[in-house]
C-alpha cells in the first residue's frame, strides 16, 4: 500500500518554508509565526518567503495542504471494507500531532482550503465502482459521503472538542461509524 500523495510539485525553497512553518507552529502550538521567524527557520531571506506567499492566507492554505499530503497521508486501500481501518489510523495520526490537525482543520472549515474536500473522495468511487458496481446512485453518493466525512480532519476536532474523546476512542468511533455506513453493502459485493 502506497502513500496518497497530492497537489503541485513544489520548489525546494517552498518545501522548506512549508516545513519549517510545521515546525513552528508545533514547537510553539499556534500558527501566528512571523514570516521573519519562518525564514531564519528556513534559512532563507525574509523576502523569499513573501514572494512564494504574498499573504497570510497563501501560506496557511499551502501549509494546510502539504500537511495532509505528506504527515496526514493516508493508506490507500485495497477494498472499500478496508476503508475503516485505514480512518482509524488516520485518526490516530491526527491525534499524534494535534497542533497540526487543527490548523488543517480550520483552515478546510474557514471555506480557504483550495483541495478537494476529501483527498480519498476519488478511491472510495473506484472501490465502489469495482466492489459494487451495481450500487443505487443515490446509495453510493451516500456511501461516499459519510465515508469521506468520517476520514476528515474535522470529524477528529468534533470528536476531540465536542465529546472530549480520547485518542483510543476517537479512533473507535470513526471506525465503527465506517463500519455502520459499509454493514448494509457488504452482501452485495460483486466476486472479482
Known amino acids: 500500500m502506497g502513500r496518497t500523495v497530492t497537489g503541485p510539485a513544489l520548489s525546494g525553497t517552498q518545501e522548506a518554508i512549508l516545513a519549517a512553518f510545521t515546525e513552528l507552529i508545533e514547537e510553539l502550538g499556534s500558527d501566528d509565526v512571523s514570516y521573519r521567524v519562518i525564514a531564519r527557520r528556513a534559512g532563507i531571506a525574509e ?8 499573504t497570510r492566507v497563501d501560506l496557511l492554505l499551502a ?4 500537511i495532509e499530503a505528506t504527515l496526514f497521508a493516508r493508506e490507500e486501500s485495497k477494498s472499500i ?7 482509524r489510523e488516520t485518526m490516530q495520526r491526527y491525534d499524534a500531532r494535534p497542533e ?10 474557514r471555506g480557504v482550503n483550495g483541495t478537494a474536500p476529501s483527498p480519498g473522495r476519488e478511491q472510495l468511487e473506484r472501490l465502489l465502482d469495482a466492489e459494487v458496481p451495481a450500487l443505487d446512485p443515490a446509495q453510493r453518493r ?4 459519510a465515508l469521506a466525512h468520517l476520514d476528515s480532519v474535522g470529524t477528529w476536532v468534533t470528536y476531540r472538542r465536542e465529546f472530549g474523546l480520547d485518542r483510543r476512542d476517537i479512533a473507535d468511533a470513526a471506525a465503527w461509524a ?5 454493514d448494509g453493502i457488504r452482501g452485495r459485493v460483486t466476486p472479482a
Open 142 to 145: 451516500a456511501i461516499v459521503a
Open 81 to 87: 471494507f478496508d476503508v475503516p481501518l485505514a480512518i
Open 47 to 54: 523576502r523569499t518567503v513573501f514572494r512564494n506567499y504574498p
Open 100 to 109: 497540526l490537525a487543527h490548523v488543517v482543520a480550520e483552515t478546510a472549515m
Open 178 to 182: 465506517a463500519e455502520a455506513v459499509l
Open 63 to 66: 501549509t494546510a495542504a502539504w
